[in-house]
């Protein structure tokens, strides 16, 4: 199996795209398994792309169930589940809903092989299982059903079967159920034309096992860093440049503890940037667009990838991020960057676009070499010599 450029965690067998993910260090004594590996279905690469992004998500959310869990068996049953906690749940799960909503309709569900369900061709479909989905919901809560949502709520706290009559699990239960018919109410609204906003991921306050950098979420640092810069040297446009290049590689490979990336993250994001167009955000057919998708567009409408030199460029933003970390902190293993770099092939005396005859003409046709009205009038004509003067060599030197 081959790793592809496109994306972190697409690698090839044959002729077939698959998804595979090392299991985090922090989780993989409790996941059951070293990795997730899985065919994406598709001999397509474009399609893959596409594909290994949305399960790349779900394998996220996978990871992050499963660090809630082993935090939660720390505490005793009756403990866990707090008005809080249930809040929070309620919250978390209502933004998941509908967050796979936006992905349905902007990105569409893979089927199977070389089938993909998308909004646009089966939104009748889509639309009508909801409803029925709704209807479901309404009668299940208005009999007070839960049974439905028990099993939800075990693996939500990580307990076993045989608690599922205990009152703190059929209280989760409940809060589950008042979610799920709140965000398909939500979404009925969004099929009728109605603005419904997805929730923005709540930024939970760090536990004591969290407080360590491995477990700060590498946006975080990106600010320390950012702050620290720009006290000392960074104007503002240096600061937006290298922030907007960390949030590129965030987008990409996910939101996470920055001990979690690896060297073929690295790896993915130069691939990308050498394949990305320039200047995507004015171009009115890219700029509401996710980063996939503007390659992908890209490429389909001929337009060429960005010079190589502002790819270095980029990439050298991440390494000197990942410096920045390994020079601060002790919890940094490594620079994942090191020795990995954005070749640019070209010589130096041509990097910049040389004058034409015609601008050369004009040059050297200017007073100071024809002759001015005076030194200090040099740009009007007249009979006074500038040949004594920098004015008159300079140009020449530099010609």
């Known amino acids: 199996m081959e790793r592809v450029s496109g994306h972190t965690n697409l690698y090839r067998r044959n002729a077939t795209y698959y998804f595979r993910a090392r299991v985090p260090k922090d989780i993989a004594s409790h996941y059951g398994k070293a990795e997730e590996k899985f065919s994406l279905g598709t001999k397509e690469y474009h399609e893959a792309v596409k594909r290994v992004r949305l399960k790349a998500a779900e394998v996220e959310r996978k990871f992050a169930d499963c660090r809630r869990v082993i935090e939660l068996q720390s505490v005793p049953l009756k403990d866990r589940v707090t008005d809080a906690f249930l809040e929070e749940t309620r919250n978390e799960i209502y933004r998941r809903l509908l967050a796979d909503d936006d992905t349905i309709k902007i990105m569409g569900v893979p089927l199977g092989d070389e089938e993909v369900l998308h909004f646009a061709s089966h939104k009748e479909t889509y639309k009508a299982s909801i409803d029925s989905s709704l209807e479901y919901t309404r ?26 009559d205990v009152p703190e699990v059929r209280r989760l239960a409940r809060v589950m159920q008042e979610a799920f018919l709140e965000a398909q109410e939500a979404i009925q609204k969004r099929n009728e034309g109605q603005l419904v906003r997805t929730p923005e991921k709540s930024k939970e306050a760090p536990s004591e096992s969290e407080l360590s950098l491995n477990g700060v979420l590498l946006s975080e ?144 046709s200017a007073p100071i070499f024809k002759g001015c009205q005076s030194e200090s009038r040099w740009k009007n004509a007249g009979d006074f010599s500038m040949k004594d003067t920098a004015k008159f060599w300079v140009p020449l030197i530099g010609l």
């Open 139 to 164: 009668a299940d809560y208005a009999s007070a059903n839960l049974e439905p949502y028990v099993n939800k709520a075990l693996r939500w706290l990580g307990v076993s079967t045989n608690q599922k």
């Open 221 to 364: 640092v990106v600010d320390k860093w950012v702050a620290d810069k720009s006290r000392v040297s960074w104007k503002k446009r240096t600061a937006q440049d290298h922030k907007h290049a960390t949030s590129m590689f965030i987008e990409l490979h996910g939101d996470r503890s920055f001990n979690s990336y690896s060297k073929s993250d690295a790896v993915a994001f130069k691939e990308f940037l050498v394949t990305f167009p320039a200047n995507w955000t004015k171009n009115k057919q890219l700029r509401d667009l996710s980063l996939l998708e503007v390659t992908d567009k890209a490429h389909k409408l001929g337009i060429a990838p960005m010079s190589a030199t502002n790819a270095k460029k980029m990439f050298q933003y991440l390494s000197e991020l990942w410096g920045w970390m390994f020079a601060h902190y002790d919890e940094v293993e490594r620079n994942i960057f090191d020795g990995i770099t954005v070749e640019v092939h070209s010589v130096k005396r041509n990097e910049r676009n040389p004058f034409t005859i015609e601008e050369l003409n004009a040059i050297f």
